[in-house]
């Protein structure tokens, strides 16, 4: 489990999470582009969800638990990309999961 430091805040979010996250909101603040960062919280301890405004002003940094950076899912990316373009800024999702075609000549 990992931690994104914003501000005087910090959120625990899985390494995988937190790693495809990382690069979004790379993107967007290198263009100088702002947006809301939300998800859907634990409703067991009384958060149902949560939002927090990514602008350049506040410092940001990530802290992973894992010593490796785990493979970057693109299309995972490019939705997470997508919905930080939308009114509701970046929705944390779940990892879209991209099936491997089998290629009929390589089956035995």
Not at 37 to 47: F, H, V
Not at 64 to 71: H, K, L, Q, S, V
Not at 75 to 82: K, N, S, V, Y
Request: aromatic share 10%.
């Amino acid at each position: 489990m990992g931690t994104l430091y914003y501000g005087m805040h910090s959120f625990a979010l899985d390494d995988r999470l937190l790693s495809h996250l990382q690069v979004v909101i790379t993107l967007k603040l290198r263009r100088g582009e702002h947006f809301f960062l939300s998800w859907r919280g634990d409703s067991t301890i009384g958060r149902k969800r949560a939002s927090v405004w990514i602008d350049n002003g506040v410092p940001i940094m990530c802290e992973y638990e894992g010593g490796r950076a785990p493979a970057i899912n693109r299309t995972w990316i490019t939705e997470l990309a997508e919905s930080a373009n939308s009114s509701y800024g970046l929705m944390i999702t779940d990892e879209t999961i991209i099936p491997i075609p089998i290629d009929a000549t390589d089956v035995d």
